[in-house]
């Protein structure tokens, strides 16, 4: 069976962020099935990148672009302020565990779990 990953990221600063982006697209490039999850303070980068000249705005987008985020904390980002661009872009939200996302469910689904 090929090996399943989904990264969930709860720290909120960019510079670790990016480092889930880089491994998504990555792991993606390479033929394998990806997810990211957005908790935590990484929600609050929701707004950063709605700024054109954001770093990292483009590998964020085409993350986006590629299907692999795969959920944003409904709880988290009503939080830190981001749940009405979440949902002005679109975003899949997840609050299948008290308003949070479960990894139970990407568990069940054959995932491995890696956070960051």
Do not use: W
């Not at 990264?7 to 390479?30: Q, R, T, Y």
């Not at 770093?55 to 939080?79: H, N, T, W």
């Amino acid at each position: 069976m090929e090996k399943k990953y989904c990264l969930f990221a709860f720290n909120g600063e960019m510079m670790c962020f990016v480092h889930v982006l880089l491994n998504a697209l990555d792991l993606h490039s390479k033929g394998y099935e990806v997810k990211m999850v957005m908790e935590g303070s990484t929600t609050k980068l929701i707004a950063d990148f709605e700024k054109e000249d954001a770093p990292f705005r483009k590998m964020y987008l085409e993350c986006i672009e590629k299907g692999l985020l795969d959920c944003v904390c409904r709880a988290c980002s009503y939080q830190m302020g981001t749940l009405d661009i979440a949902q002005k872009n679109n975003l899949p939200l997840c609050d299948d565990m008290s308003a949070h996302p479960s990894m139970e469910r990407y568990l069940k689904q054959g995932y491995e779990i890696i956070t960051f």
